[in-house]
């Protein structure tokens, strides 16, 4: 469960109230806040995210080796703890213009759905909805005053039926089927009654460890390691394990 959540750099009170709101009511539905990491309605997607408990990333239009804009530092290292900063640019990169439309792409690409809080006419907001709707992701639209300029972006993504209207996150939950309800993936393997003994024996293993190392589950299980790694080969091809960074594997 991934959503972005954009807008533009000079955010009202109202922009930044709605933003407040919309990440609170989705503090209980584990997503995952992706933002650029700029001013307005970004910094404050990032920082009301880590203050209700959700992790956040930034994708940056520059390298790793700075953090533009400079106020947002302190932000940025809390997000390290609870989340992370992502970019396709190399160190010494500089925060040039032409680097943030690329950018977009990225937000857009790696979310399940993206929200426009508060947008003008044009502006990097938009090109990430543009490019959300390019890849059949969901995008969603905070309606605002009809002559407000900071609105005339969301309005229009609205009147094209490129966005849903969104006034709360539950908006957002329901339409994503982003329910209450914690998926339980330990419940899943129940299902599969065609395994092998062995298949069997190892899937317990994994499921009492949550992660379990290839080592442990020969040591554990008595098999050798080839009929192990066969094992754990079909259960993946199953779609029944996963495997994960440093030969581990978890449901």
């Not at 989340?83 to 032409?98: A, Q, V, Y």
């Not at 298949?199 to 008595?222: H, P």
């Amino acid at each position: 469960r991934v959503i972005a959540i954009v807008g533009t750099r000079r955010a009202t009170n109202y922009g930044k109230s709605r933003c407040d709101e919309i990440v609170n009511s989705l503090k209980e539905k584990n997503v995952l806040v992706v933002s650029g990491l700029a001013y307005g309605i970004d910094s404050c997607a990032h920082r009301k995210s880590l203050d209700y408990g959700l992790e956040t990333v930034g994708v940056l239009g520059h390298g790793l080796d700075r953090i533009y804009p400079g106020q947002n530092m302190k932000l940025a290292e809390k997000m390290l703890e609870r989340g992370g900063l992502l970019t396709e640019f190399m160190s010494n990169t500089k925060p040039d213009r032409e680097n943030f439309p690329r950018r977009n792409r990225i937000v857009a690409g790696m979310s399940d759905a993206v929200l426009v809080v508060e947008s003008g006419r044009k502006g990097g907001a938009l090109i990430t909805a543009e490019l959300a709707v390019s890849y059949n992701r969901d995008v969603f639209a905070v309606p605002g005053r009809v002559n407000d300029e900071m609105s005339k972006g969301c309005h229009f993504l609205i009147k094209t039926n490129r966005a849903a209207l969104c006034e709360t996150g539950d908006d957002i939950a329901y339409l994503m089927g982003w329910d209450d309800k914690p998926v339980d993936k330990k419940q899943q393997p129940e299902l599969f009654v065609n395994l092998t003994q062995e298949e069997s024996a190892i899937l317990d293993l994994i499921r009492e460890s949550n992660e379990i190392a290839i080592d442990q589950i020969v040591i554990k299980s008595g098999f050798s390691t080839s009929k192990v790694a066969a094992a754990l080969l079909n259960l993946e091809f199953e779609g029944i394990v996963q495997s994960l960074p440093g030969k581990l594997y978890t449901l």
